[in-house]
């Protein structure tokens, strides 16, 4: 009896054992797959952002080109219907016109009404489809003008990421969003507290914007000040975070005209004032990224506007 005890607690401690190590096999497996899970995640909302912004701009057109591609497809049936009528008509046209009898020159005139008409039916169905040709090469040339917007704003964007590099460790940086481009620069680069003169740091790079911006002319140019939540208690011309949030847009755009190839007309300064923020006013770093300048670049789209309208 003692041995087959001995026995069973020398079988529970081995079972006791084996358990534990399989355990921490599977915590071990758990942990990698659930990192990698993390990982392939963040890659899907990557992707699927990227598949957004690219079916966006084509998604309305699509869906206008199938709906012509259907009107045309009907039509074209109904063309092929009508001229099988047609050669039937004329068939029997033909045959009619060779009796000489009464009822069948009546007839026969008859069918020559009906090929009259269905000859101003082709002619309607003929011009239906020379618009519908039209309306599909409006289409493709309007594809095409996106493209090149597109593409002329991934060239403007990689110029200024390049030029504006010196500049991106002093609060500056270059993106694109929403078919614009945005280059942000904070207040320890342009301005000192409560100031609107800028410095001359943040010439320099105004500077390089103005350069840049003279040989792309097909860009129209906001300014727009921000500030953080702190009241601003100034004297003189200036009142509130209103008023300086407009100065500083308006000393931004006069630095740009120092350059003799922009048009004044492209430039819109505004001021946000402190109802923009892009990080919490609760500290100051937050603070400090909600004082900026932001300069929003937006592609002309007179051509393709034009196309619309006259469509």
Known sequence: MKKIVVFLIILSVL??????????????????MRSENVELKDQLDSLSNNQLKCLSTLERLQIQYDNLQNKYSTLNKLYQAKENTYKKLKASYDA????????????????????????????????????????????????????????KLNNLKGSLTRALDKFKNQGLKVTRKNGKIYISMENKLLFDSGSWKIKPGGRDAIKTIA???????????????????????????????WDLSVKRATSVVRQLLKNEHIDPKRLIPAGRSKYLPVADNSTPQGRAKNRRIEVILTPRLDEIMDLLNND
């Open 96 to 151: 009619l016109s060779k009796s000489s009898s009464q009822t069948l020159a009546y007839e026969a005139k008859k069918n020559q009404e009906l090929l009259e008409q269905l000859n101003q039916k082709q002619k309607e169905l003929a011009k239906e489809r020379a618009e519908l040709d039209e309306q599909i090469k409006k289409i493709k040339h309007l594809e095409d003008l996106i493209a090149k917007k597109d593409a």
């Open 211 to 241: 350069n840049i911006l003279s040989i792309n002319p097909d860009v129209e140019v906001m300014i727009e000040g921000h500030t953080d939540n702190v009241p601003y208690h100034g004297k003189g011309q200036i009142k509130d975070n």
């Open 15 to 32: 079972s006791s054992c084996v358990s534990s190590k399989k355990y921490k096999e599977l915590d071990d497996k758990y942990i990698k």
